[in-house]
């Protein structure tokens, strides 16, 4: 380690050697402290840094993503460290083996961004690349986010039941009776699928059901329990209808402990898809479900606060956004009432 020195100030000063500039001349870093002490440990941490940062600089993209996600192992839930390991295996082949250095001083991310946009969502590219800043970051590389162009966000609706396919999916789901409790409480209850996972048998009380934590899919794809669902509104009470009910407590009598439905959020989506395909039905998701039910209660003019506080919607710029659906059926009937109206004063 370099030693410090007195000057004739009464400072002490210790030089630190950076390398040649382009004459060949060597060139020196120095510190000055009040103390000697001081002056060289201020040296000895300019050294520490610069080495660490020369490491950083040649640490490959995999390499330091695997850091940045141990190092936010025990702080993020394990939905997002399993979203980190599937952007991992599958966003960046461009990236993967390059080091961070190169990184940032070349178009590589822009390229990856490019080719993932052939294949992937707004939502999704967004997401690829804050992951990207987020390991750069942790690593001291600070992004320019102005500098790299995404996708423009895309409006895509989803796919929603029709009162009418809400009606079909109640009767079909007779035929399915081990995913019709799980399917309804989406449809009725408006319940995640991670929320449904979560049920105990003293969870349920007659027609209350208690909505608490959600069992989600970690990296390794094993449903894990976390004790806090996506929102603070998320854990609630929820009133369910009687048939529902029923078959709830008649589920609780047969299962005294532990998960109340031993299918996986996967299992339910799988065979639900199936028995809408039997019955020439769309595709919906379980999700799907939690969109209709929010339609349903709007139709039937339900305050936002309410559809909010049975949907467990922390804002209700998700709901206006997204869940407040119209039913076609109903769209047109309205518009029609309308074009009648015009017509008749049109004709006076």
Not at 20 to 28: A, L
Request: some cysteine.
């Amino acid at each position: 380690m370099a030693k410090a020195k007195k000057l004739h100030s009464g400072n002490w000063r210790t030089l630190v050697y950076t390398g040649n500039d382009r004459n060949g001349k060597r060139q020196y870093k120095s510190f000055t402290a009040p103390t000697k002490k001081a002056a060289e440990y201020a040296a000895a941490e300019y050294v520490l840094n610069r080495k660490m940062d020369n490491q950083a600089e040649n640490l490959s993209f995999q390499k330091a993503s695997d850091r940045y996600i141990e190092s936010k192992s025990n702080l993020l839930s394990p939905s997002t460290l399993r979203g980190y390991r599937i952007m991992q295996r599958n966003a960046y082949p461009l990236l993967l083996d390059q080091p961070l250095g190169k990184l940032a001083v070349n178009d590589l991310i822009q390229r990856q961004m490019n080719e993932n946009a052939a294949v992937y969502s707004a939502k999704s590219l967004l997401n690829q690349f804050g992951f990207i800043t987020a390991v750069m970051r942790y690593f001291k590389y600070n992004i320019d986010s102005k500098g790299i162009t995404l996708k423009p966000p895309e409006d895509r609706p989803i796919l929603v039941p029709t009162k009418r396919d809400a009606e079909q999916i109640v009767k079909l789901l007779q035929q399915a009776p081990e995913i019709e409790c799980q399917v309804l409480l989406a449809l009725t209850c408006s319940l995640r699928q991670s929320e449904i996972a979560a049920i105990t048998p003293f969870d349920v009380n007659g027609r209350v059901i208690r909505v608490h934590g959600a069992r989600i899919p970690n990296e390794n794809n094993k449903l894990v329990y976390k004790e806090t669902n996506k929102s603070k509104a998320g854990t609630r009470t929820v009133i369910m209808p009687d048939y529902l009910a029923a078959k709830m407590v008649r589920r609780c009598l047969e299962i005294k402990e532990g998960w109340l439905f031993h299918t996986t959020p996967g299992q339910v989506l799988y065979r639900f898809k199936k028995l809408l395909k039997a019955n020439k039905m769309p595709l919906y998701t379980i999700h799907s479900l939690r969109h209709c039910f929010a339609a349903i209660m709007h139709a039937q003019h339900v305050p936002d606060k309410y559809v909010m506080e049975m949907g467990g919607w922390s804002s209700d710029y998700v709901l206006k956004k997204v869940y407040q659906y119209t039913f076609a059926e109903e769209a047109a009937k309205a518009k029609k009432e309308a074009n009648d109206y015009f017509d008749g004063l049109l004709k006076k």
